[in-house]
């Protein structure tokens, strides 16, 4: 079975139609010339012609604390609020949970369905927990083929599906867990209600393709607002970041340029901004203002610039990033916008990363072939 725009190493971009305003630089490096490499490690051509071997390096003022690794390419990971637990998706359809604190497995979420089809689990998110719940750590998965999973770690059950059809990409909880929204290959955003699991409210743009309100080509990533239970923004290939209330069918409005490919949106509580990471090497990370929709920086690029998957906001002070091309993970201060540490010589691209969003300066995971790798930054003093 093939499936566009799914591949072996990550979510692929190779059917993407590109940015509209910069599509002749987008370039990458191709997945088949790592297959041979070890887990742990990148290959470079050293002065006198011949391969290398690299072990991945910490730069700047950030440390490796440790290297888990998986059984399998890793497509997504995500901490639990407490930050105890951190729940990884990977290639074949599997998720692993593994202890936060020292990287140990927990529990291995698979059962006849993904087994049966063995596609990638493409995004884990836990539902948030309220006083009164009858289950904590529940966790909500989104496969290749359309599946949508709510799973109980401990238990290791799959406790609801629901068959989409389409090859689902990404999904978001509001803070207060009332409802969940996925989004995929398609240019509707679904709406369920996370009691009954029905869907209550389908986001999507209007007929007229004179009129953009939702997107037009596929969406891989949706993030809620702390703050506002029913507003989220989204992200994917038409170069435009969308503004929605899950109540409502069409987005509020948007703002146009970034070219979203993996889970590269983010909003800031504390500033009320939003961090957005490009697949493409020009202006590929962007700050925005929420409220007005206006760009508010372009990050500088880095001397060896990736093009990117993934960005988060670290805490209230930092920025991190991760992609393929320059395999790294670069971490930013958020007032000189300078790289303050990466992480390099990584086996291929990174397709996920999480932070555990506890303190000032949070600890954080980034997810490269079949290793894990745990980061801090160094105390400075």
């Not at 993407?16 to 290959?43: D, E």
């Amino acid at each position: 079975m093939y499936l566009s725009g799914v591949s072996g190493a990550g979510v692929a971009r190779v059917h993407s139609p590109g940015p509209l305003s910069n599509r002749s630089s987008r370039t990458s490096t191709p997945h088949s010339s790592m297959m041979s490499i070890p887990a742990g490690m990148s290959n470079v051509v050293g002065d006198q012609g011949v391969m290398e071997h690299r072990e991945p390096v910490a730069e700047g003022n950030l440390k490796i604390s440790q290297i888990v690794e998986c059984p399998s390419e890793i497509m997504c990971c995500t901490y639990n609020e407490d930050s105890t637990l951190l729940a990884v998706g990977f290639v074949d359809g599997s998720i692993r949970v593994y202890s936060a604190e020292n990287g140990a497995p927990l529990h291995t979420l698979t059962d006849d369905e993904t087994l049966a089809q063995h596609l990638p689990c493409t995004s884990v998110v836990f539902r948030p927990f309220h006083q009164g719940d009858r289950s904590q750590n529940l966790i909500l998965a989104t496969y290749a083929n359309g599946l949508v999973k709510l799973w109980h770690a401990s238990s290791q059950k799959c406790v609801h599906t629901i068959h989409e059809n389409r090859q689902t990409l990404t999904a978001a909880f509001p803070k207060n867990g009332s409802v969940f929204i996925t989004a995929g290959s398609d240019e509707k955003i679904y709406v369920y209600d996370t009691s009954t699991k029905k869907l209550v409210n389908t986001c999507q743009p209007s007929p007229s393709r004179n009129v953009m309100d939702g997107h037009r080509y596929r969406v891989f990533s949706v993030k809620f607002h702390h703050n506002h239970a029913n507003e989220f923004i989204s992200g994917g290939w038409d170069d435009t970041v969308h503004f929605w209330d899950s109540r409502s069918e069409h987005s509020t409005r948007k703002l146009f340029g970034p070219h979203v490919c993996g889970d590269s949106l983010d909003i800031d509580a504390h500033h009320n901004h939003i961090v957005t990471g490009s697949w493409r090497k020009d202006a590929n990370l962007q700050i925005w203002d929420y409220e007005s929709g206006e760009e508010i920086r372009t990050v500088p690029q880095d001397f060896s610039n990736s093009l990117l998957y993934c960005a988060q906001w670290l805490g209230k002070d930092h920025i991190i990033v991760g992609g393929c091309d320059a395999n790294m993970v670069r971490v930013i201060d958020r007032g000189t916008l300078k790289t303050t540490g990466r992480l390099v010589d990584l086996p291929r691209g990174v397709y996920c990363l999480d932070n555990n969003r506890q303190g000032n300066v949070p600890k954080f995971v980034a997810g490269s072939s079949r290793n894990l790798y745990f980061l801090e930054m160094k105390q400075t003093y």
